[in-house]
């Protein structure tokens, strides 16, 4: 047993090595310093969420990224200018002096226990580091303290850049800087280009199902879980209004999930790819955003949003703070100004000064804007 445990350690040292070596000779192939993408999560999903987006702008910039994944157990190239290395080397990743780096981490995300540290050494040597702040640390009940912990000692060292995804979240890194030195205000987006289609002459199999009932068809996706969808909102709405059809896509999870989708008129479609959404959502006659209003959804910034306005699709949300700060998006905390929103979103669709609107505000959020953003800031560190 102990002569195997050796060989796996000497195993280790020498893929670490190789992927080290690997990098020095990316490195060599560009004047721009390698993007490390520190997180917990795989790039081997069907998901494209901001982390993704952010590392595809990345890329077209003509930067090269790295990413540490968790579900690979040797360093190999993933795809144009992207590369996937093993999590467990991501500390030393961080930490070699060696290769010119910036390094991408998540506050949310349990990157590593005692992050600030490694972030720090990264900084020492010279490398630069940019320190997400995409949600509020209750979203993780289990690991809230420690993460906040870590957050308040990244906040400490100013030569970190802080990209906040929302205004409060801005405000709470301000706080804990005592400045506002490399802390940037950075809202998720959309690709525009990727939601700029026209209805397919087949619709896809669950959505022609939908159709043939011949009813407006209000839509959502993404992740429908306890901690930040209004199960009650929804299904109050849609019991007393059986006129309208409601259809729920993606990830479901939590205790109260399944009794809202035994309401008739409420539709379940399972999590689809990033590129068949618009496939989906282009059929839906007004999109929503049914949040609960809570420490959770307070700092959210709901990356559909934005992809909605590219549908120019009428939006109706509850009244979290950043769906607030936009014209496009009718605001509907109860059933009944939920069905009222309906009635006038339906009005809309139709609407030249809303479609222009909504089209004014997706050109103003767009990830080619955010990422020239954060790059002009690294380059100015």
Same mark, same amino acid.
């Given at each position: 047993?102990?002569?195997?445990?050796?060989?796996?350690?000497?195993?280790?040292?020498?893929?670490?090595?190789?992927?080290?070596?690997?990098?020095?000779?990316?490195?060599?192939?560009?004047?721009?310093?390698?993007?490390?993408?520190?997180?917990?999560?795989?790039?081997?999903?069907?998901?494209?969420?901001?982390?993704? $987006?952010?590392?595809?702008?990345?890329?077209?910039?003509?930067?090269?990224?790295?990413?540490?994944?968790?579900?690979?157990?040797?360093?190999?190239?993933?795809?144009?200018?992207?590369?996937?290395?093993?999590?467990?080397?991501?500390?030393?990743?961080?930490? %070699?002096?060696?290769?010119?780096?910036?390094?991408?981490? #998540?506050?949310?995300?349990?990157?590593?226990?005692?992050?600030? /540290?490694?972030?720090?050494?990264?900084?020492?040597?010279?490398?630069?580091?940019?320190?997400? $702040?995409?949600?509020?640390?209750?979203?993780?009940?289990?690991?809230?303290?420690?993460?906040?912990?870590?957050?308040?000692?990244?906040?400490?060292?100013?030569?970190?850049?802080?990209?906040?995804?929302?205004?409060?979240?801005?405000?709470?890194?301000?706080?804990?800087?005592?400045?506002?030195?490399?802390?940037?205000?950075?809202?998720?987006?959309?690709?525009?280009?990727?939601?700029?289609?026209?209805?397919?002459?087949?619709?896809?199999?669950?959505?022609?199902?939908?159709?043939?009932?011949?009813?407006?068809?209000?839509?959502?996706?993404?992740?429908?879980?306890?901690?930040?969808?209004?199960?009650?909102?929804?299904?109050?709405?849609?019991?007393? $209004?059986?006129?309208?059809?409601?259809?729920?896509?993606?990830?479901?999870?939590? /205790?109260?999930?399944?009794?809202?989708? /035994?309401? %008739?008129?409420?539709?379940?479609?399972?999590?689809?790819?990033?590129?068949?959404?618009?496939?989906?959502?282009?059929?839906?006659?007004?999109?929503?955003?049914?949040?609960?209003?809570?420490?959770?959804?307070?700092?959210?910034?709901?990356?559909?949003?934005?992809?909605?306005?590219?549908?120019?699709?009428?939006?109706?949300?509850?009244?979290?703070?950043?769906?607030?700060?936009?014209?496009?998006?009718?605001?509907?905390?109860?059933?009944?100004?939920?069905?009222?929103?309906?009635? /006038?979103?339906?009005?809309?669709?139709?609407?030249? %000064?809303?479609?222009?609107?909504?089209?004014?505000?997706?050109?103003?959020?767009?990830?080619?804007?955010? #990422?020239?953003?954060?790059?002009?800031?690294?380059?100015?560190?």
């Amino acid at each position: 047993m102990r002569i195997k445990f050796i060989q796996n350690i000497l195993n280790h040292i020498k893929k670490s090595n190789l992927s080290f070596k690997k990098l020095k000779s990316l490195q060599k192939d560009t004047q721009k310093p390698i993007i490390l993408f520190a997180s917990t999560y795989s790039m081997l999903t069907s998901m494209q969420q901001r982390g993704e $987006h952010l590392i595809d702008k990345f890329i077209e910039r003509g930067y090269i990224v790295v990413a540490a994944d968790i579900n690979v157990s040797r360093m190999f190239q993933y795809s144009n200018n992207l590369y996937l290395v093993p999590y467990k080397f991501l500390k030393k990743l961080i930490t %070699d002096k060696k290769v010119p780096k910036i390094i991408l981490s #998540i506050s949310t995300h349990y990157t590593l226990k005692h992050i600030s /540290k490694y972030l720090n050494i990264a900084i020492k040597n010279n490398n630069k580091v940019v320190y997400e $702040h995409v949600d509020d640390f209750d979203l993780i009940p289990n690991m809230k303290k420690e993460l906040k912990a870590e957050f308040i000692k990244i906040c400490t060292n100013n030569r970190i850049i802080i990209s906040a995804t929302a205004d409060g979240l801005y405000k709470e890194a301000v706080k804990y800087r005592g400045s506002d030195k490399n802390i940037i205000l950075l809202k998720n987006a959309v690709n525009i280009e990727d939601f700029k289609i026209e209805k397919p002459q087949i619709p896809p199999p669950p959505i022609a199902k939908i159709l043939e009932k011949q009813k407006p068809i209000i839509g959502y996706y993404g992740c429908i879980v306890d901690e930040w969808f209004d199960y009650e909102l929804l299904s109050e709405t849609a019991k007393y $209004h059986p006129e309208f059809e409601f259809v729920c896509i993606g990830i479901k999870a939590g /205790k109260n999930v399944e009794d809202m989708f /035994k309401i %008739d008129n409420i539709t379940y479609i399972p999590k689809i790819k990033y590129q068949e959404i618009p496939k989906y959502a282009i059929f839906f006659d007004i999109a929503i955003i049914p949040f609960q209003r809570n420490l959770i959804t307070a700092n959210t910034s709901p990356v559909k949003l934005f992809e909605y306005m590219s549908l120019q699709k009428p939006i109706i949300t509850t009244s979290i703070n950043e769906c607030k700060n936009y014209k496009s998006c009718l605001i509907a905390d109860t059933p009944q100004e939920f069905v009222n929103a309906i009635h /006038k979103a339906l009005s809309l669709k139709s609407d030249l %000064d809303y479609l222009n609107l909504l089209n004014t505000e997706a050109q103003a959020n767009t990830w080619e804007d955010r #990422i020239g953003k954060l790059i002009n800031l690294l380059e100015t560190i």
